[in-house]
């Protein structure tokens, strides 16, 4: 039940294309979803976040969309650049208890010029 | 600041050896947690401090682990005996309770351990 699940596992694009990563979680409880990008040699970082009380959140080219009801949300990248091939991470925590996260899988994603 | 330090940034042994992992969190940050990256397993929770004391340790392979955090600005990993199969990527990351990114977990750059 502390699990996260992501899809797809690579994703290859062109610049310019949308880049869409999907994650389900079984854990009513949690309310904090944010995605971690991590370049090679580096660890991962903070991407952006978001809460249920809202279904969506845009940060520049990145969207998460969340679907309560569904127990699922993504990671959309618009117009994807060649500087955006990393490996992404959803997750999930419940705030109340503390800083932990539950990660996905990871995607690795790679936009070619 | 300097954000979350880790060294070796990177260790070769062999088998059989102890290794130690350190880590210096983010000043001020009160939770610390230490992960492990492997192509087969992805990123994997191993422990993580709250105030210095260890909240959950459910992630730690077995006994030849162990991680110590004697005070807010240091922690380290320790494998003894070290085996090939213990070759990852480690990171360490920290947090604070009271920032308004609360939740948000700054990672070091990571150490990559090689067993021989």
């Known amino acids: 039940q502390q699990q996260v699940k992501q899809s797809p596992q690579s994703l290859i694009v062109q610049k310019g294309g949308i880049s869409i990563i999907n994650c389900a979680y079984e854990n009513t409880a949690f309310d904090y979803f944010p995605w971690y990008q991590q370049f090679p040699g580096k660890g991962p970082a903070l991407l952006i976040a978001?809460?249920?009380?809202?279904s969506e959140k845009k940060e520049g080219r990145f969207t998460i969309s969340f679907n309560k009801s569904a127990k699922q949300f993504s990671l959309h990248i618009m117009d994807s650049q060649p500087g955006d091939s990393a490996t992404y991470f959803c997750?999930?925590?419940?705030?109340?208890?503390?800083?932990?996260?539950?990660f996905g899988e990871g995607t690795q994603l790679t936009v070619n010029p | 600041d300097a954000g979350v330090i880790q060294s070796p940034r990177h260790e070769v042994t062999e088998m059989g050896q102890e290794v130690t992992l350190r880590c210096k969190p983010i000043?001020?940050?009160?939770?610390l947690f230490w992960y492990r990256q492997t192509m087969m397993r992805g990123l994997e929770l191993l422990i993580y401090f709250n105030n210095n004391v260890p909240i959950d340790d459910s992630g730690m392979p077995e006994d030849r682990f162990s991680a110590k955090m004697p005070n807010a600005s240091f922690s380290t990993l320790k494998i003894q005996p070290s085996e090939p199969r213990d070759s990852a990527v480690y990171f360490c990351?920290?947090?604070?309770?009271?920032?308004?990114?609360?939740?948000?977990?700054?990672f070091g750059p990571g150490t990559r351990l090689t067993v021989l």
């Open positions: 000043s001020g940050h009160d939770y």
């Open positions: 990351a920290s947090s604070s309770s009271t920032a308004s990114s609360y939740n948000e977990q700054f």
């Open positions: 997750a999930a925590s419940i705030e109340t208890s503390g800083s932990r996260l539950t």
């Open positions: 978001i809460r249920p009380d809202v």
